[in-house]
């Protein structure tokens, strides 16, 4: 099913690039007058928090839960037409509920609220690898992960490393990378898998998705906002990365105020958003961008962040 | 590659500039929902969740304790922190039958709080969902200290039976058993399996022998809960100056 799934993906980009050349002028003056708007909703280390905080008097009582989220993001889908809802890992631990069901009701939520993609934490190693691929029978959206090499182990061929979206007259690629496993996953657990650079990977799958055809790459990274030291992080990664436009992060558990704004290698803005953990809050990042810039070589991109007040 | 550059040569020059100089311009607007009470749930949601939870109330509801003032989370030493470090001492004593000097949780293992009121075995599972295990590795003073420098740049560890200072991110002025660390002593410690593993940059404890009886670290916290509640006792702890910032 995942190969039928990538050869569909290889095969609508081709089609893409064929229409492309074909009417490149036409085409090109429609990209200018076509102005595009698409919603980016996403969460992050929600960790089996499928119920709200309980009211006992904690400073997150009664924030949280997978019914409340889902009825928000129906009342967004409603209100905007192209919508992406999208996971940035560390789906599991934290409530009994994966102690108990090893991430079975996390992933069915997930599928029910209709997420598009999601990334691999930490965390979803740890009921080992072969439980998040048994779990992953319940995903209706695909695990993106480009930097894990998990051949020989039971999630051989059963993540992909980006998909491509069609919202309007956007086409997003949407690509995943994991942080270093060795030092923080029991090895027991993540077994073979072979944790590559997150930084080379990223943007060769970047630049894959941009020579497909994608106006829009968006990162789901697992390696945290940023490091005292010099462990690689998203603001790192940000600064690292050519193609990248938006990176969802995760892992530190940080409440962004706003999203963070980063020059990448071409001098363009690369924003990074995360939304702290337990599905406390939903971030939603409406895109209006008022023309595709048709040119081949790099051009600059400024993104100006208006702030609506947090509900 | 600007495609208006072929229409006037002269021109060309002036519009591969314009072409260049014209950006893609993207507003974001953002919003983050708090997801609160004030949002209404959908209903199919918790229709779902109603089998997962009914059998889960059952195992998890059990009530072990009750906490005076509740416990949280916080570095460099925190009463929650000091309620966990002093049940794997204990227990491990209890399971291994030998005296342990210290005993230690790291920081990002302490998963969750314990509320004032009745503590249940699930609110144990939300404080410690890893199926660690308690441990007891017999280390040298100069790997203990390198160990405890780890947890001195990370802010601080809890950690029962020893008292530190943190002092320009190192560990400095501990005592053991009320007496000055000993680079050449050997140090009975209880520490969870991943730390001993190497977790959490813990290198150091890597390959030294491991004594391991099975032990979760979360059934050593239910069961110092219980001993707790059996003596009369609340789930509670105070504030020692375990471990203090020297620098402040």
Known sequence: MQTNRRKFIEQTAAAGLGLATASLMPQKVAAFKKASQFTILHTNDVHSR???????????????????????????????????????????????????????PEIKAMSMMGYDAATMGNHDFDAGIENFANQLLHASFPIVICNYDFNGTALEQKTIPYQIFKKGNTKIGVFGIGIELQGLVPENLYEKTVYQDPIIMANRTAEILKKEGCNMIICLSHLGDKYEDSKVSDEILSKESYDIDLIIGGHTHRFFETPRKYQNKRQNEVLVNQVGWAGIQLGQLDYNISSYNTSKTPSSKSIFIVNKTTK | MCFRKNIVIPLSLILILSCKQLPQKSVVQYQGFQISKQVPVDSAFIRFLVPYGNQLKSSMGKVIGRSENGLYKKQPESEIGNFMADAVKDMSEKKYGKKVDAAFVNYGGVRSYIAKGDVTVGQIFELMPFDNLVIIQEIRGAVLQQFLDVTALDGGWPLSGLTMEIKNKKASHILIGGKPIDRDVVYSIANSDYVANGGSNCSMLKGIKQENKGYLLRDALIDYAISRTEKGKSIDSNLENRVVNANE
């Open chain 1, 50 to 104: 499928l119920d709200p905080f309980p009211m006992d008097g904690s400073r997150n009582q009664g924030l949280g839960g997978v019914a409340a989220r889902a009825s928000l993001i129906t009342g967004i889908r409603k209100e905007k037409e192209h919508v992406l809802l999208l996971d940035a890992g560390d789906i599991f631990q934290g409530t009994p509920y994966f102690n108990m069901y090893k991430g079975e």
